[in-house]
């Protein structure tokens, strides 16, 4: 295989970008080993893995706005690495709610995603990633065609669902949900109004 | 409800300090979720006895704690008074670095981180409405015709998390004989200082300032009622409501208003400042109650700080024999 400058740039910018993505998690990981996350840790590490899911997510779907603009589409291919990512903190999130809060209390965990909008809410975020991180790959974009853009554009619900997930949340202080629902609906009412949805024919 | 003996981790040899290395460990050992069994809590059924020592402690390690945020508090002192109890005291650390006082800013540690600026002397306590002679009161003048007592509370926020406190102070129910309410006076009402200056989290409008709460009168004179003037042996830290703090413990943490400036002795219910924020949500009551839930969470069962598992909640926090006679024939679901 031949290491073409551009290839080998594209190689860099994927390390970086994993290296960028992981360091959440492991100053996570760090302070939780070192009694670095106050006396509620179990609430601090949920919080922290749903900010940077919610995080990530705000940042796949800015990713083509920010190439059309940047006349660069070739960042599209970065744009599955943060999406899983994004998935992998949403997992996280959900796994430390499952396992550390509840500890896997199945009937308490079945009431909550019931009777809890905000976890409903959160839930069906969630299963939503679930979807789209398993159908991610190069094999399903060829299986499902035409169908796999229709179920990718469900992260327009996944992203949503997320920041209302925070703000249902919250006690009295909305400020941060705010901000996060603002910037996704702004990504959104972009995509709504670009002149390049004309263009439908290219593939996402 | 499971009812079992505390383990032997649990028992009353362990200073507060252990408890503190303790919450190390477990964190090591939740990362890899592993067997919680050794840290799962002796469920109790006992309510906690107020402790009456009238004498207060020597400040002696107080510099040590002044030296270090983290450090262990008094630990023969607090030995022998936790004996007493089934359930480990809150490390000083949490207890005054975790707080909900957004006077201070909304996070858990900004109040310990920013309430250096409040000026807790000269404080004057405002007392007026239906009471024989309204006054203003240098604080140490309205408290000083009492002993204080320590008194280890369980403390649990309407967020479903709680800890164990010891506190010093004085029964309110004293102070209120002392100032002498009026037969019209059926409800008393607090006020926290507002002074956006040296309360930066005022400057947003998270709640309506000035904080207000109230209790019923014969609320205010139960036993267990506290005015606290300490923690842990040593004056309040800022953040935790100082110099001046209600200490409510049968009720949701919020009923628990800090940094007192004013009294009203009152023939309405007063309008408490979370249940205007959000009526659907809190009430006047707030009496702890694992039967009713929150609109957005469950209350029927909450994390004791430095625990793995939850615990059940207690009916009235553990303190339905002191004070479930209050509340006879008051529907407790519509009165939340």
Redesign the interface.
């Given at each position: 295989m031949s290491a073409t400058p551009a290839r080998r740039r594209r190689m860099v910018v994927k390390v970086v970008l994993w290296i960028v993505c992981l360091v959440p998690a492991l100053s996570l990981g760090v302070a939780a080993v070192t009694d670095g996350l106050g006396a509620n840790p179990i609430e601090e590490i949920t919080h922290r893995t749903g900010w940077w899911a919610l995080f990530l997510l705000t940042a796949t779907l800015s990713i083509t706005p920010l190439r059309r603009l940047a006349g660069k589409p070739g960042w599209v291919r970065y744009r599955r690495l943060v999406g899983l990512f994004a998935f992998f903190y949403a997992t996280l999130h959900f796994l430390t709610y499952l396992v550390l809060d509840q500890f896997f209390g199945w009937s308490y965990i079945v009431e909550d995603i019931v009777e809890r909008p905000f976890i409903t809410v959160g839930f069906a975020a969630w299963l939503i990633l679930l979807a789209l991180a398993v159908t991610s790959t190069t094999g399903w974009i060829r299986r499902l065609q035409k169908n796999w853009v229709r179920l990718h554009r469900l992260v327009y619900v996944a992203a949503p669902a997320g920041g209302v997930h925070f703000l249902w949340k919250v006690k009295a202080d909305a400020r941060e949900p705010l901000v996060f629902l603002a910037v996704i609906i702004a990504l959104l009412l972009v995509r709504a109004w670009a002149p390049w949805k004309r263009r439908a024919s290219q593939a996402g | 409800m499971l009812i079992r003996r505390p383990d032997d981790i649990r028992s009353s040899e362990i200073t507060p300090y252990r408890v503190y290395m303790n919450?190390?460990h477990f964190?090591?050992r939740?990362?890899k979720?592993a067997a919680?069994a050794a840290l799962v809590p002796g469920l109790l059924s006992a309510c906690v006895e107020p402790e009456k020592m009238e004498a207060r402690p020597a400040p002696g390690t107080r510099d040590a704690q002044a030296a270090s945020g983290r450090s262990a508090p008094q630990e023969k002192k607090w030995e022998d008074v936790r004996s007493e109890l089934d359930e480990s005291l809150?490390p000083y650390?949490?207890v005054t670095?975790?707080n909900n006082f957004?006077e201070f800013g909304?996070g858990?540690?900004d109040p310990a981180r920013n309430a250096h600026t409040l000026v807790t002397r000269p404080w004057t306590v405002e007392v007026d409405g239906e009471v024989a002679r309204p006054a203003a009161y240098d604080l140490d003048d309205l408290l000083a015709p009492h002993s204080a007592e320590d008194r280890v509370y369980r403390l649990r926020c309407v967020?479903a998390?709680s800890m164990v406190i010891p506190w010093t102070g004085v029964p309110l129910g004293d102070v209120i004989r002392r100032l002498e309410p009026t037969s019209k006076a059926r409800f008393v009402e607090f006020t926290t200082l507002e002074d956006p200056e040296q309360m930066p989290g005022q400057r947003r409008r998270?709640?309506d300032w000035p904080y207000v709460e109230g209790l019923r009168l014969d609320e205010a004179m139960n036993p267990l009622t506290l005015l606290a003037t300490g923690v842990y042996g040593s004056d309040l830290p800022n953040q935790n409501g100082a110099p001046l703090r209600l200490v409510v413990p049968w009720k949701y943490g919020f009923k628990s208003i800090k940094s007192i400036v004013k009294m009203r002795f009152v023939e309405e219910m007063p309008a408490t400042s979370w249940a205007v924020?959000?009526p659907r949500e809190y009430g006047f009551y707030a009496n702890v109650n694992p039967d009713v839930d929150h609109p957005?969470?469950?209350q029927g069962?909450e994390?004791r700080?430095?625990e793995?598992?939850?615990r059940p909640t207690l009916a009235f926090n553990g303190y339905g024999e002191q004070v479930a006679d209050l509340y006879t024939g008051l529907d407790l679901r519509r009165w939340y």
């Open positions: - | 919450r190390r964190i090591g939740s990362a979720a919680a809150t650390a949490d670095g975790y957004y909304t858990k540690e967020e998390w998270v709640l924020s959000a957005r969470w469950s069962r994390r700080l430095g793995f598992r939850r």
